[in-house]
């Protein structure tokens, strides 16, 4: 476990779960590696170490078994202010362990612009997919 702690991978965002994707643009919500409950840490220690660059609204922990989780602020501007404070430098509130910081998309969109999300039809035509109506059935 003790090499666990210290390793990182290079790209953590690519087994995030779909709830926790990348986005290109600053978002308010942050995709932290290396950090959460597999390795000790506690969803209050996570929000202490973010409160100090804004209001958290909410820290998620999806996945129990991987040391990743989402971060979402109040702002844009905080959220920015802890990923430069806070991507690829060791946290000492964290055992000293460096945390692996970007920018996510939000979890709750469903179907994000520029996302191509579709299948093809019996003759071989893709066909765009609506997530937003799939998931809406879904919860009725």
Sequence with gaps: EAGERGAMAESPSAAAPPAMRA????????????AGPKLGDTESALR????????????RVPDRAIAQ???????????RAAREATHKRPCRALGNRALWVTFARDP???????????RRNEVGAFVLDDAAARVAAARA
């Design 23 to 34: 986005s290109r643009e600053e978002t308010r919500f942050l995709f932290v590696a290396n």
């Design 69 to 79: 989780c989402l971060v979402t602020m109040r702002t844009r501007d905080a959220a």
């Design 108 to 118: 709750t969109d469903a179907n994000p612009k520029g996302s191509r999300s579709g």
């Design 48 to 59: 202490d170490v973010f409160g100090a660059f804004g209001d958290v609204e909410d820290v």
